[in-house]
């Protein structure tokens, strides 16, 4: 889905410092991963840049291999940020485990949920609530500050909308794991297709030794996934314990700019990934990704 046109203010940037910004009028278009799996990089890539805008930005689509600035038939090319991107592709519970864990750590989420259960379990059974409905969704939101006030991490929110809007529609799957009356742990995903995109999660520290978001999310997978429409949980790029933990797949993601063949446009990102060359030469990391690009995406959603 390609969205509204959006200002992208284009920082040029030389040894720190912001010299001047550029305002692109882009439209965005971010595919979920069940259209990104298994596609040709060039498919993704051949989208038309809509009328009334000067580019399109494509978020999350798979790497295409080729040189940060690319001048293509009907548009000039810069990957403004390369990453890798997580995912969970469910092929059933035993072949998750299987596939994913060695035996020792199989058995040890056994013994795990077990302790779990004989210590703060509900009639020898895990307490573990689910939260569909916007009714719910407000409750869940409530233990979610329940266990950030208690060291879990900040908040559960959608970067493009409302997680009451978004379960008005059924879109939303969150888990409470509780240890007697108490919330200790949380996830919640939202679904888009074949695909659950992971929105956020959370354990208290003090359950941390009880392994509680182990248990939590393997119970929530083994629930959600007996759904059939669902084969995939997006974890999105970037790294993270859980994604660590759970993810069985991942690609190699580009976010890239297109603009217009113009000869203003070609100018433009001349200097661009010029400016961008030299910071790359001159970091220990030899990455040249200004944190404000990064900011910027990052509040795209």
């Known amino acids: 889905m390609i969205s509204p046109n959006r200002i992208f203010p284009l920082p040029f940037i030389f040894r720190?410092?912001?010299?001047?910004?550029?305002?692109?009028?882009?439209?965005?278009?971010?595919?979920?991963?069940?259209?990104?799996?298994?596609?040709?990089?060039?498919?993704?890539?051949?989208?038309?840049?809509?009328?009334?805008?000067?580019?399109?930005?494509?978020?999350?689509?798979?790497?295409?291999?080729?040189?940060?600035?690319?001048?293509r038939d009907d548009r000039i090319a810069y990957v403004l940020l390369r990453d890798v991107w997580h995912y969970l592709v469910w092929p059933g519970y035993e072949r998750f485990l299987e596939g994913r864990y060695s035996a020792k750590t199989r058995e040890s989420f056994v013994r795990e949920?077990?302790?779990?259960?004989?210590?703060?379990?509900?009639?020898?059974?895990?307490?573990?609530?689910?939260?569909?409905?916007?009714?719910?969704?407000?409750?869940?939101?409530?233990?979610?500050?329940?266990?950030?006030?208690?060291?879990?991490?900040?908040?559960?929110?959608?970067?493009?909308?409302?997680?009451?809007?978004?379960?008005?529609?059924?879109?939303?799957?969150?888990?409470?794991?509780?240890?007697g009356s108490a919330p200790v742990a949380y996830v919640c995903l939202q679904a888009d297709g074949q695909t659950l995109q992971y929105v956020c999660a959370g354990e208290r520290d003090d359950f941390r030794s009880w392994s509680a978001g182990a248990i939590l999310h393997l119970q929530a997978f083994q629930r959600i996934f007996a759904d059939p429409r669902f084969r995939y949980v997006d974890f999105r790029p970037g790294e993270s314990e859980v994604k660590r933990q759970f993810a069985n797949g991942a690609l190699r993601s580009a976010t890239v700019l297109n603009l217009r063949l113009t000869l203003r446009n070609r100018l433009l990102m001349a200097v661009y990934g010029l400016l961008m060359r030299g910071a790359a030469a001159g970091s220990a990391s030899g990455s040249s990704v200004p944190d404000e690009i990064r900011a910027q995406l990052a509040g795209l959603g």
Do not use: M
């Not at 569909?132 to 908040?155: D, K, N, T, Y």
């Open 16 to 71: 720190g410092k912001r010299l001047f910004s550029v305002p692109l009028r882009l439209a965005v278009h971010e595919p979920p991963l069940h259209d990104v799996v298994g596609v040709e990089a060039g498919e993704q890539l051949a989208l038309p840049i809509p009328a009334g805008a000067d580019g399109l930005l494509q978020r999350y689509v798979a790497d295409p291999g080729w040189r940060t600035h690319t001048v």
């Open 113 to 179: 949920e077990a302790r779990f259960v004989a210590e703060f379990g509900s009639d020898g059974r895990l307490d573990l609530r689910s939260y569909r409905s916007p009714a719910e969704i407000a409750e869940f939101l409530g233990h979610v500050e329940a266990v950030r006030a208690l060291g879990g991490v900040p908040g559960c929110t959608l970067p493009d909308g409302d997680l009451g809007e978004s379960a008005a529609g059924g879109d939303v799957n969150a888990f409470v794991l509780f240890a």
